[in-house]
C-alpha cells in the first residue's frame, strides 16, 4: 500500500533529480566542445585528451 502523504515528496524528488541530470548532461556537452578545437589540434581522443589532462596535475 502506497502512503499517500509522501506522493508529493517523491514527485518533488523525480523532478529534482531530472533537472540535475539534465543540467550535469549539458554541463558536459559544454565542456567537450569547448575542448574539440584543441583535441582536434592535437589528434588526440577525448580519453587521451583527459587522461593526460588528469596525469599531468
Same mark, same amino acid.
Given at each position: 500500500?502506497?502512503?499517500?502523504?509522501?506522493?508529493?515528496y517523491a514527485i518533488t524528488l523525480l523532478v529534482v533529480a531530472?533537472?540535475?541530470?539534465?543540467?550535469?548532461? @549539458?554541463? /558536459?556537452? =559544454? @565542456?567537450? /566542445?569547448? =575542448?574539440r578545437r584543441e583535441r582536434l589540434a592535437r589528434h588526440e581522443s577525448i580519453g587521451t585528451y583527459y587522461r593526460e589532462l588528469v596525469s599531468s596535475h
Open positions: 500500500m502506497i502512503n499517500t502523504d509522501l506522493v508529493p531530472v533537472i540535475a541530470s539534465i543540467t550535469s548532461i @549539458v554541463v /558536459a556537452a =559544454t @565542456v567537450l /566542445a569547448e =575542448t
